[in-house]
């Protein structure tokens, strides 16, 4: 068992994950929406996959949520924190198979497991800092409080945020780019494949394309 989710109560369907990546203190600043369904009526709780990930807020369909991370739990440095959402039927009415919105706010660590960071002194062209990630096998969680388990698959619209002249690639297919205020670069991407989360993938930095053939 490699996941403490509770994906025979509820699962994830599809992710809008918005990564303001900071290349100084070298934390993700993020706001994950999920789209899940109950298989059960009664679900009391959502149980998340987490990997020293600071919470600032949950809301289900807009109502805040309290939560708590069992940071001294037996398995923790193996399979990191497991996240458990309450939900609060008197202020949120969550039915079967009736999809409901699950945000959560957080910061990942600076020491996030599956993130690589390299100074610009490192890189060939010595001009920007580059960073890639490694979520296999299950260090998605360290990245985003998720279902971290093959079992469940889900699509993704992902916005990597960027300093300008820092290129962002996600493991989807890119749709637009746009400033982000005067310093910042917003590369957009689609998912729509479900794909297990250990998948999701980052690079960043001075990154160019180039046709390699006519295909």
Not at 33 to 57: A, G
Not at 144 to 150: A, E, I, K
Not at 154 to 171: A, L, M, N
Request: hydrophobic residues 35%; aromatic residues 10%; proline residues 5%.
């Amino acid at each position: 068992i490699n996941s403490f989710s509770n994906t025979n109560q509820v699962i994830s369907k599809h992710l809008n994950w918005k990564v303001d990546i900071d290349f100084n203190t070298k934390i993700f600043k993020c706001i994950a929406e999920f789209k899940m369904i109950p298989l059960i009526n009664d679900l009391y709780e959502i149980i998340l996959d987490s990997m020293d990930i600071s919470i600032i807020s949950i809301h289900i369909n807009n109502d805040e949520c309290d939560f708590k991370i069992d940071i001294d739990h037996k398995y923790t440095k193996v399979l990191g924190q497991p996240l458990t959402i309450i939900v609060n039927h008197s202020k949120t009415n969550i039915v079967s198979n009736q999809e409901f919105t699950l945000r959560i706010e957080y910061n990942t660590s600076p020491n996030a497991v599956a993130v690589n960071f390299l100074y610009k002194e490192q890189t060939l062209s010595k001009k920007e800092p580059f960073l890639f990630t490694q979520s296999e096998p299950i260090y998605t969680r360290s990245l985003l409080p998720c279902q971290d388990t093959p079992s469940n698959k889900i699509t993704c619209r992902c916005e990597v945020i960027t300093p300008i002249g820092i290129k962002g690639f996600f493991s989807g297919l890119k749709i637009s780019d746009e400033n982000e205020g005067s310093d910042k670069v917003k590369s957009t991407f689609i998912q729509n494949v479900p794909i297990p989360t250990y998948l999701f993938a980052f690079a960043c930095g001075d990154i160019h394309h180039r046709q390699i053939s006519n295909r």
